[in-house]
């Protein structure tokens, strides 16, 4: 049977993940390679700089000491007896929408997935949701990308609300945006510290996005490009590079300054 892996950035202990394995375990000779704690908002780090050590829990769960794209790595790169068809990392706790796609280490490992050529899917579910439901939801979309696959350099973000959903919504990546977002508190001894992630988010639009779609109970569905190019912007600086060139060409003409003369020093008289 064709290899699917499992990974996520909550850690190989996680209910989500469990889930995600219940609900997929039919699929094909399913893997799990997590990390072996959690990993939230590590965004798409690699480990450089020391080993990656898998610790095998059973014959197919593997926890790895290091974040979800090192666990991808690992899976897609030769640790496993065959390449994977596909990649789901999931079932996160919490919400992935809009902006936080890009500190999210459970869509880290789908795009990794996605760099290497594996179809990837990336699965979230708000608080408060079922991981049966959302384990539901994953093995629809899973069976339909092995079916009919993904677009190149595509991966699928999904995102399943907390009530039972209505139905599932193609959408946009919306704009998040935090306020209050430092808390400045101060330890015993008066000395300040601070955490990231206090207050509120605010959407600046809800129509047409995930938000807006998990906001009315339906699941997301947003693919995601490897191209990060805002080609519109393009063609909106279609005339900075001549502009620039001259410029460039103006400063390397010039012969570099002269550092100015730096007077000696004279050392003090011993008496």
Sequence with gaps: MSVVVLTNDDGIHAPGLAALEKALGELG???????????????????????????????????????????????????????????????NHGANLGDDVTYSGTIAAAMEGTILGVPSIAVSLVDGGDFDVAGRVARLIAMRVLVSGLPPRTLLNVNVPAQPPLGIRLARLGNRVYLDKIVEQADPRGRSHYWIGGGDPQWDSLEGTDMGAVHEGFVSLTPLHLDLTNHRAMMQLDDWPAGLTAQLRGETARPPRRAAATPPTRKPRRG
């Design 29 to 91: 000779d399913v893997y799990v390679v997590a990390p072996e704690r959690e990993q939230s908002t590590c965004g798409h780090a690699l480990t450089l700089h020391r080993p990656l050590r898998p610790h095998r829990l059973a014959e197919r769960r593997f926890a790895v000491n290091g974040t979800p794209a090192d666990c991808v790595n690992l899976a897609v790169l030769g640790f496993l007896p065959a390449p994977p068809v596909l990649i789901v990392s999931g079932i």
